[in-house]
């Protein structure tokens, strides 16, 4: 079956330093891939998405490549904020039309 | 423009009793997608619903749950003869077509505390 892996957290990092978090997949079809996150005691946000191999998601400063020759999915930022600390999973959406989750990286930004 | 809302945000109930979980999709939106988030874990798939219609329930429990999309009114989560286990937050998803590259919008969640 369809499956997600994402480097394990919490990842901890300065404001203003560069983030990278890692995410895998497999899957049978040709899935869509979304990065959603999570701040607490709150529901998932969509922070980006790409529905094709070499497509690029982008949004706020965030951005992520589908990489069909790797299966990957790695999210990246430039300069983070302390207002990005939160949770952040990777998911895969594919025939079925539900999606499949990482189990998700903590994200914190210290000033 | 409402997003997807859930009531309660928090719910407790003792071992033994029923809980009742609703969630109001977006406006326009017909797919509705329950999952199960554990503590300090990913979201898990429980159940897809479109109105009147279960579509995939590979994900719920074969025993004590139950969820349903009426033709009015909100999806309905349903878990019977609650346990321990069944601690959890709840989150709601939908979507306006049954499209893969179609993002979910989702929920603040139903965090369900057994006691």
């Known amino acids: 079956g369809d499956s997600v892996t994402q480097m394990e957290g919490p990842v901890t990092l300065s404001e203003e330093a560069f983030l990278t978090i890692n995410c895998t997949y497999t899957a049978t079809g040709y899935p869509s891939l979304f990065w959603y996150v999570q701040y607490p005691g709150e529901g998932l946000q969509l922070l980006l998405k790409?529905?094709?191999?070499?497509d690029k998601g982008s949004n706020k400063g965030f951005e992520a490549t589908y990489r069909k020759e790797t299966t990957s999915f790695h999210l990246e930022k430039g300069s983070v904020q302390v207002s990005d600390s939160a949770v952040y999973f990777c998911?895969?959406?594919?025939?079925?039309?539900?999606?499949?989750f990482g189990g998700g990286t903590r994200l914190m930004v210290k000033p | 423009n409402a997003g997807v809302m859930q009531n309660p945000r928090h719910l407790v109930r003792r071992r033994g009793q029923e809980a009742r979980l609703r969630c109001s999709p977006m406006?326009?939106?017909?797919?509705v997608y329950w999952y199960r988030q554990l503590p300090e874990e990913g979201l898990k798939f429980m159940v897809y619903l479109q109105k009147e219609n279960i579509i995939d329930e590979s994900g719920m429990p074969k025993e004590r749950f139950s969820a349903e999309f009426p033709k009015e009114g909100p999806s309905i989560l349903r878990i019977q003869q609650v346990v321990r286990g069944d601690s959890a937050a709840y989150f709601c998803?939908?979507?306006?077509?049954?499209?893969?590259?179609?993002?979910?919008?989702f929920g603040d969640g139903t965090r369900l505390s057994i006691l």
């Open positions: 790409a529905t094709k191999a070499d």
């Open positions: 406006k326009g939106h017909s797919h």
């Open positions: 998911a895969l959406s594919d025939a079925g039309n539900m999606l499949t």
């Open positions: 998803a939908s979507s306006p077509m049954a499209v893969s590259n179609q993002p979910q919008h």
